[in-house]
């Protein structure tokens, strides 16, 4: 299957509205990079990239006290949130950039680790991101990534309001130019990219005591009607506010329901660079 051509950075689905950052800034190192933790060691040099609010690259920057992180994102805006994040820890080994993961404005060879949470999959071209990542990382350097995936997403009981959610998610983020399904597809881009020690895993959220449902069925019914994907997805004539509100009321009551559980599946990949 021949590689697809470099193009920009894709539409970000999500944009950064309030019941976006929710999700985000919930996110940790240990929930959300405990593949790549064992690898960390005090001096490293990282480079955390798509940092949004800047939980995770604030995690990254206290296991790496001897070391330094440089968090960067293609949103100016959200880059004041991360600040603010790792000021409020006292951080003083991280700094923050705007950047596309496309064309990284970084030397060759300049950090020990070159780390992507939940980026590949709003990009245009993520066989040439992780080519991208290969460059700046040093020789024997780590290329961690990891990616929801969609399709694999699976809940209890059975909703046809969060199925119509599911399809109409894919199809808004495919017409943006990402690929939602992206945790299936980290080891092949990887081997596109010319990358070959490749451990691939996987990892899993899962949402299901009352407090966990609450949460997560409520930043995504809020998500469905008064964020960019909602407006994505009507200006892009895949859904009407009638419809929108439908699938944000199929999310509440699930999250109502005392059987309900959600899993989220994420595929993993950890690479070294060559020598």
């Known amino acids: 299957m021949p590689e697809p051509k470099p193009r920009e950075t894709a539409v970000y689905t999500h944009g950064h509205h309030e019941s976006v950052?929710?999700?985000?800034?919930?996110?940790?190192?240990?929930?959300?990079?405990?593949?790549?933790?064992?690898?960390?060691?005090?001096?490293?040099?990282?480079?955390?990239?798509?940092?949004?609010?800047?939980?995770?690259?604030?995690?990254?920057?206290?296991?790496?006290?001897?070391g330094h992180v440089t968090g960067v994102d293609r949103a100016p805006e959200i880059l004041d949130r991360a600040r603010a994040t790792a000021a409020g820890r006292g951080l003083g080994n991280v700094d923050f950039a705007v950047a596309d993961v496309h064309a990284l404005d970084y030397p060759d060879d300049t950090f020990c680790?070159?780390?992507?949470?939940?980026?590949?999959?709003?990009?245009?071209?993520?066989?040439?991101?992780?080519?991208?990542?290969?460059?700046?990382?040093?020789?024997?350097?780590?290329?961690?990534v990891r990616d929801s995936d969609y399709g694999a997403m699976t809940w209890y009981p059975a909703s046809p309001g969060m199925d119509d959610w599911l399809d109409l998610y894919r199809r808004v983020a495919r017409a943006n130019g990402g690929e939602p399904d992206a945790g299936r597809r980290l080891r092949s881009w990887a081997l596109r990219a010319g990358l070959t020690d490749i451990t691939a895993t996987s990892g899993t959220w899962t949402f299901?005591?009352?407090?966990?449902?609450?949460?997560?069925?409520?930043?995504?019914?809020?998500?469905?009607?008064?964020?960019?994907?909602?407006?994505?997805?009507?200006?892009?004539?895949?859904?009407?506010?009638?419809?929108l509100r439908a699938v944000s009321a199929a999310w509440r009551e699930w999250g109502n329901r005392e059987d309900g559980w959600f899993s989220v599946l994420h595929g993993e990949i950890l690479c070294r660079k060559e020598a």
């Open 21 to 66: 950052l929710r999700s985000h800034t919930w996110r940790t190192a240990e929930n959300s990079a405990a593949y790549l933790l064992g690898s960390l060691k005090p001096h490293m040099r990282i480079l955390d990239i798509g940092c949004g609010p800047g939980t995770i690259t604030a995690d990254l920057a206290a296991l790496v006290p001897d």
């Open 113 to 144: 680790v070159v780390h992507a949470h939940q980026v590949l999959q709003h990009v245009g071209d993520p066989v040439q991101a992780l080519r991208e990542m290969k460059r700046v990382a040093r020789p024997n350097g780590f290329i961690a």
């Open 208 to 243: 299901a005591t009352p407090e966990e449902r609450e949460w997560w069925s409520g930043l995504w019914a809020d998500r469905t009607v008064a964020s960019s994907y909602a407006e994505r997805a009507v200006g892009g004539g895949h859904a009407t506010p009638e419809r």
